[in-house]
């Protein structure tokens, strides 16, 4: 089956810093997402993004679909957006997840 | 984005004994999936389900073990039979939403949390 790797598997940042998250999958894909589970942990949709780039307030995303890897960069962390981050891809129907970066966020 | 909702929220339960969650979606949906995510770890896909046939299980699930039921294009339920502790997870229902794309975005439940004694 398909294989979705994400890196790095932790991440320790100080308020204020920036970060990118990489994902990279083995088979083409038909759907990509990114998903922040927070502390309570509810899975929380970031962004749809098969292709191309999108943007939303601190958070962008951007997938090369025919090099099969995927980047979301977080701009000027805050200690709210600590927790796992996933990348999940749809080589069927349903949704196949990579392992997840945790992200801790310290004031 | 879809609604969801699962009941129960969180649960303690004795081994040997089964739990059934409900997941209720706030519009009708075709396909419905159920995920399972063990402490620590990614979430990994139980089975699809389809209105008005047998749900789909991936390979290291079965359906003596978790049973499904899709008796409408608004309502699932997983069982989670003869529990023991490492069935200890959070429990999942996820459903496609509508968007714009040829495959449609997939929204999570809030999950159950059950632990197994």
């Known amino acids: 089956g398909i294989q979705v790797e994400q890196s790095p598997p932790d991440l320790i940042l100080q308020e204020g810093a920036n970060s990118t998250l990489r994902c990279n999958f083995s088979d083409s894909v038909n759907n990509l997402q990114w998903f922040h589970q927070n502390p309570w942990g509810q899975l929380i949709n970031l962004f749809y993004?098969?292709?191309g780039t999108k943007q939303n307030g601190r958070l962008s995303a951007t997938t090369v679909a025919t090099e099969r890897y995927s980047l979301l960069y977080i701009s000027s962390s805050q200690t709210t957006d600590s927790g796992v981050y996933f990348c999940a891809v749809v080589p069927r129907n349903a949704l196949i997840f990579g392992k997840g970066t945790t992200l801790s966020v310290s004031s | 984005s879809a609604v969801i909702s699962q009941k129960p929220s969180r649960d303690i339960c004795q081994r040997g004994t089964s739990l059934t969650i409900q997941c209720q979606v706030d519009s009708q949906v075709t396909m419905m999936f159920w995920y399972r995510q063990q402490p620590g770890q990614s979430l990994t896909l139980i089975a699809t389900a389809n209105q008005g046939s047998e749900a789909t299980y991936e390979s290291g699930f079965v359906i003596d073990k978790f049973p499904i039921s899709r008796p409408n294009l608004t309502f699932s339920t997983l069982t989670v039979s003869n529990m023991s502790p490492e069935d200890s997870s959070i429990y999942l229902c996820?459903?496609?939403?509508?968007?714009?794309?040829?495959?449609?975005?997939?929204?999570f439940g809030p999950g159950t949390r059950l632990t197994v004694l």
């Open positions: 993004i098969p292709s």
């Open positions: 996820s459903v496609e939403g509508r968007t714009s794309g040829m495959f449609d975005e997939q929204f």
